[in-house]
């Protein structure tokens, strides 16, 4: 990185950040209190407010949300008359999964290869350390020149919603001219990337009955309507010959305009193994940012083993739909609802219910923060033009944030980059990135303030 003073502060500062990153890792801060003690949960947010108070954040306080979570909450005074920039991060993290398939305890950081290893590093408890290295950053070269609010959620993995209503019920506690949210991730190690739209998500749940109970296969099979049949029936209904979603009335054909995907690269990213095609049509990106996409998350019905020779009386499944901006994730949902019902065979019976819903987001990239957000990548990223990129994923806080400040500009940042392989075993964090963007972050304040 080119000499710059306030490069040169976070490169002193990155063993500092490997210690407390290592610090809030080790809290099992998963948001599933069946699965995990609240007090670990709790812990976590304990300690970013008081890693806020040391930074001199007024105001600070650990938030209980209406379902039940934690999120925490600081203000740091900028000069008299500066805008007010959020700054968003979570500290909830996806269960480990499997701890016997990591190559290293999932609660443990450890370095590897050149990466730290441990749940959250990447997602999104990187996240929060990036905030932290910025603002230290600033404040050893000049101060920092905007107001600054910090909200570190603790239920973004669980999909809760607990920020989201505590924001509608309290609309001016995260009100700013712009927000930063620290939870997406570039394109590659190396390219800074900016996300500007994300995918919203419906959830339906769908139940067949054809009989009155299970029915014995050799006496009735052939005649006797199975009920796990015509779900597959209608669940097979969502997908072209080549996969593609078709739910009726859902418009598919849109484009992507931007950073393109490659195909090769994808499938490496994605782990496709060798010799089976990708589904749908239109280059990469069309199909995972800017198109609809069907998900059966699950089914219930008899597993394998123990299965009796029987024909079914009835079977459910969870089926998720993405939906690409501009498209209304209430309408997407009664068009997926209406579907299933339509294209249920044999008489069927059959009900859904809609499970949960996020809307989809799109940024306005003409906005002065982008412009000062490219000027700061340039320089945390010689030689380096920032990118624009989909997120196929969902992020409804983006939604509530937009809606109840239709002035505020965001932008989407952040440590999740494909090497990172947030969700899975083994996920990471590239120090290297935790470097940049926090340079990046420190540079952007300071353009954003200035314009």
């Known amino acids: 990185m080119s000499s710059n003073p306030v490069a040169e502060t976070v490169a002193a500062l ?16 998963v948001a599933d209190f069946a699965q995990f003690p609240k007090s670990e949960s709790e812990g976590a947010a304990n300690w970013v407010a ?3 108070r040391a930074e001199d954040f007024v105001d600070v306080a650990v938030l209980d949300t209406p379902d039940g979570t934690q999120s925490v909450y600081g203000y740091l005074p900028g000069p008299e008359g500066a805008k007010t920039v959020l700054l968003y991060a979570h500290y909830d993290v996806q269960p480990p999964l499997d701890e016997t398939a990591w190559t290293t305890p999932p609660f443990e950081l450890t370095e590897r290869d050149g990466r730290w290893y441990g749940r959250g590093a990447a997602d999104c408890k990187g996240g929060v ?23 570190t959620e603790g239920s973004e993995e669980m999909g809760t919603g607990g920020l989201e209503r505590y924001a509608e019920q309290h609309p001016e506690l995260l009100k700013a001219d712009t927000i930063v949210i620290g939870d997406a991730g570039n394109f590659r190690v190396g390219l800074p990337t900016v996300t500007t739209t994300l995918r919203g998500m419906t959830l339906v749940r769908v139940q067949i009955d054809t009989l009155q109970g299970n029915l014995h296969s050799g006496q009735f099979g052939g005649a006797a309507p199975d009920a796990l049949a015509a779900l597959i029936r209608v669940l097979d209904s969502l997908r072209a010959a080549d996969g593609s979603t078709t739910v009726d009335g859902l418009a598919p054909e849109t484009g992507w305009e931007g950073l393109e995907y490659d195909e090769e690269q994808f ?11 990708l589904i749908g049509d239109g280059s990469v990106a069309d199909r995972i940012w800017a198109r609809p996409a069907v998900t059966v998350l699950g089914i219930d019905c008899p597993p394998v083993v123990g299965a009796t020779p029987s024909v079914q009386a009835g079977a459910r499944a969870l089926v998720s739909l993405r939906v690409p901006p501009g498209v209304d994730a209430a309408e997407a949902s009664k068009l997926l609802q209406a579907h299933l019902e339509a294209h249920t065979p044999w008489g069927a019976r059959v009900s859904t219910e809609p499970v949960g819903q996020g809307q989809p987001f799109r940024a306005d990239t003409s906005s002065p923060a982008y412009q ?12 380096e033009t920032m990118q624009y ?28 980059e494909p090497e990172a392989q947030i969700h899975a075993v083994d996920e990471s964090v590239s120090p290297e990135e935790l470097e940049r963007l926090s340079v990046a972050e420190a540079l952007f304040l300071r353009n954003y303030a200035a314009g």
């Open 267 to 277: 499938r490496k990213d994605a782990k496709v193994l060798d010799g089976v095609e």
């Open 389 to 416: 990129a989909g997120q196929g994923g969902s992020i409804p806080l983006c939604n509530t944030l937009a809606s109840l400040y239709p002035q505020a500009e965001i932008l989407l940042i952040g440590l999740s």
């Open 50 to 52: 008081d890693a806020l």
């Open 372 to 383: 000062a957000m490219a000027e700061a990548m340039a320089v945390a990223y010689p030689g």
């Open 129 to 151: 350390i990036m905030h932290l290295l910025a603002l230290r950053a600033l404040k050893a070269n000049g101060g920092v020149p905007v107001h600054v609010k910090v909200i």
């Open 14 to 29: 990155l063993p500092r950040a490997q210690a407390e990153l290592a610090e809030l890792v080790a809290f099992k801060s």
